[in-house]
């Protein structure tokens, strides 16, 4: 079984930033795709960015493009979602998410996945 724990969530104002982070104590996410996705209230689920372990490649949704920082520490067995320039849309419960399988992004996540974290809070609001 495998157990994301994501953090850094919070209220900031509109134009501020946070670092999101995702782990998994006990579970290498070094060899595997890694996403982010968020959900709004009232909203669906929507996919916010993939980093990949195989090849690379990192996906965006295109409106957090320009914004949003998808990395991954190996060495800290953590994925960041660095987020610059919030705004109020963003305002959402943030999820990392795997099926600790693949280890490349197929494109922006769409899911589903198996492994889920129990999410971070993020309000923009001045």
């Known amino acids: 079984q495998v157990q994301l724990v994501e953090s850094g969530g919070g209220l900031v104002q509109p134009g501020g930033s946070l670092r999101l982070s995702c782990t998994a104590p006990g579970f290498n996410l070094d060899y595997y795709a890694i996403n982010w996705f968020r959900q709004a209230p009232g909203k669906e689920r929507q996919g916010v960015a993939c980093i990949s372990h195989g090849d690379g490649s990192i996906y965006y949704e295109d409106s957090v493009k320009g914004r949003f920082t998808i990395s991954r520490d190996n060495a800290e067995n953590t994925v960041y979602l660095q987020m610059n320039s919030l705004k109020p849309e963003d305002t959402a419960v943030y999820y990392c998410?795997?099926?600790?399988?693949?280890?490349?992004?197929?494109?922006?996540?769409?899911?589903?996945?198996?492994?889920w974290g129990q999410g971070t809070q993020v309000t923009v609001s001045s």
């Open positions: 998410a795997t099926d600790a399988y693949r280890s490349n992004c197929v494109g922006v996540p769409r899911g589903p996945f198996e492994f």
